[in-house]
């Protein structure tokens, strides 16, 4: 079985320029997170989709950053207009549905955005 | 607010010594506590992870937790650790109390082995 995989594996881009960045959930998971880790800070949560439906957007730092979820298939996470402050290393996750599916999330290898 | 403490931005031991990791949450309920792994250039690994029973739990490469409600403590340990175990080291909690399923995690404690 495949794992949960993302593209690019490493972005640089200008400041200004928008990065749309891509995840893929293992097949059949209804659940996919999106997690973020800036430069010496903690992994941060920022989105969950139950299918195609936001779940919970509360750690999107701003309206610069869009999720989607197509389908209820692979989303994608576009920031338009990149920042400095955006760099980091973006982790997607998904998850089957049903009780204890939820708690373990199974990480993809991460994109390592640069802005500068 | 539920919080992951690592108070160990970063360890070194020698190739062959015991390691632990210490882990401390913040949590109103009965925690789901994981431990990530990730590696340079990779993603993250989950290790191992504790949801109910008993609280000594055993995971990937060697690895160990243990699970203590009185001191809201899921320390890692390794009891003989190989270069290969040079890593980053993520102690997490889920719960549904968090506002959904999100995962918390601690700000991670990197490991350096020496020779």
């Known amino acids: 079985e495949a794992g949960v995989t993302q593209f690019p594996s490493h972005s640089v881009i200008e400041k200004g320029q928008t990065v749309t960045l891509r995840c893929d959930p293992i097949?059949?998971?209804?659940?996919l997170y999106w997690y973020r880790r800036v430069m010496g800070k903690e992994i941060k949560f920022l989105l969950h989709?139950?299918?195609?439906?936001?779940?919970?957007e509360s750690g999107m730092p701003n309206n610069r950053f869009l999720a989607e979820r197509t389908g209820g298939t692979y989303s994608t996470l576009k920031v338009q207009p990149a920042e400095l402050e955006d760099s980091g290393v973006y982790f997607c996750a998904s998850s089957p549905q049903g009780a204890l599916n939820y708690y373990e999330q199974y990480f993809g290898p991460g994109t390592r955005l640069t802005v500068t | 607010a539920q919080s992951v403490t690592q108070p160990d931005i970063h360890i070194t031991v020698s190739e062959g010594a015991s390691l632990e990791l210490r882990c401390n949450y913040s949590?109103?309920?009965?925690?789901?506590l994981f431990w990530y792994v990730q590696s340079p250039g990779q993603g993250l690994q989950l290790l191992l992870k504790?949801?109910?029973?008993?609280?000594l739990v055993q995971g990937i490469k060697g690895f160990e937790a243990e699970f203590k409600r009185s001191q809201s403590s899921f320390n890692l340990r390794k009891p003989s650790v190989h270069w290969s175990d040079a890593a980053e080291y993520f102690c997490?909690?889920?719960?549904?109390?968090?506002?959904?399923?999100?995962?918390?995690f601690g700000a991670g404690t990197r490991l350096f082995v020496k020779a």
């Open positions: 997490a909690v889920v719960g549904s109390n968090t506002g959904g399923f999100k995962t918390i």
């Open positions: 949590y109103g309920a009965t925690p789901y």
């Open positions: 989709f139950v299918k195609e439906s936001k779940q919970d």
């Open positions: 504790y949801f109910s029973g008993d609280t």
């Open positions: 097949s059949g998971h209804d659940n």
